[in-house]
C-alpha cells in the first residue's frame, strides 16, 4: 500500500515538455521487472542518457541542483499512451511525489492515485505562470497541501511579477475517494479491511432470510 500523502515542500522541476507519454517516463525495456522500487534509473532514460549509457548534463533531471526536489512541473497533457503501471513507479522511486500539469490521462492519473502519486491539474493560464515563476526564481518553493487541496507558493522574489500573477497559493480539484485513501495511506482493499468490524456489525444485524421452500 502506499505511503500516507501529507503536507510537503519542494523546489521544483521544470520540464516543459508537452504530451509526454508513458514510454518516454518509462521505456518499455524496463518493463520486465513487477517490483515498484529500484526503476529510478529508468526515468526519462531515452533523454537522460546517450546510447553509449553516459548522462546528458543539460537534461534537466542531471542537473545536480535538481535532486532531492519532489514536484515536477510538467508540460500540458502529461502520461497519454500505454496503460504501464510502472510510469508512476518510476517517479516515485526517484523521489517525486507530485506532478502538475494542464492535464492527465485517464489512466495515468489513475494509477498514480493508487501509488501515492499526486497529479495536480491547474489552468493553462496557472501552468504559464508556474513557468515564468521558476524561470524568474529557480529556487521557489511550493507547498502541496492533499487535505487542504491547496498549492502555496513560497518563493524567494515575491515582488516579481510571475509570482505576483501566480497569488499566493491556489486550490486544485481530486476524486474524494482517492484523496481520502491517499491521506490514510491505503488503497481498495486495506480500506474495506479497516473497516472490517463495521461491516461484520452491520452483518450481524442483518440476518440472511431463512428459505423456507423445499
Known amino acids: 500500500m502506499p505511503d500516507a500523502v501529507r503536507a510537503f515542500t519542494s523546489r521544483v522541476i521544470p520540464l516543459p515538455m508537452e504530451n509526454v507519454d508513458t514510454d518516454q517516463i518509462i521505456p518499455a525495456r524496463y518493463l520486465k521487472t513487477t517490483e515498484k522500487s529500484g526503476l529510478a534509473e529508468g526515468l526519462f532514460s531515452n533523454w537522460r542518457y546517450a546510447p553509449d549509457g553516459s548522462p546528458h548534463p543539460d537534461f534537466v533531471l542531471n542537473r545536480p541542483e535538481m535532486q532531492g526536489r519532489a514536484i515536477l512541473l510538467a508540460g500540458a497533457n502529461f502520461g497519454p499512451g500505454s496503460s504501464r503501471e510502472h510510469a508512476?513507479?518510476?517517479?516515485?522511486?526517484?523521489?517525486i511525489r507530485a506532478v502538475?500539469?494542464?492535464?492527465?490521462?485517464?489512466?495515468?492519473?489513475a494509477n498514480s492515485l493508487k501509488n501515492g502519486l499526486l497529479p495536480v491539474a491547474v489552468s493553462p493560464e496557472r501552468h504559464a505562470a508556474l513557468f515564468d515563476l521558476v524561470a524568474a526564481d529557480p529556487d521557489v518553493e511550493l507547498t502541496v497541501d492533499l487535505e487542504a487541496q491547496r498549492v502555496t507558493v513560497r518563493s524567494s522574489r515575491p515582488d516579481a511579477d510571475a509570482a505576483a500573477r501566480v497569488g499566493e497559493s491556489f486550490g486544485f480539484e481530486i476524486d474524494p475517494f482517492a484523496r481520502q485513501m491517499l491521506l490514510e495511506g491505503t488503497d481498495e482493499i486495506g480500506y474495506v479491511l479497516a473497516r472490517l468490524p463495521a461491516i461484520e456489525a452491520w452483518e450481524a444485524g442483518h440476518p440472511a432470510p431463512v428459505n423456507t421452500r423445499g
Not at 508512476?88 to 523521489?95: E, R, T, V
Not at 492527465?104 to 492519473?109: E, H, K, N, P, S
Open 88 to 95: 508512476p513507479w518510476a517517479l516515485l522511486s526517484w523521489g
Open 100 to 109: 502538475i500539469s494542464t492535464g492527465f490521462a485517464d489512466i495515468f492519473r
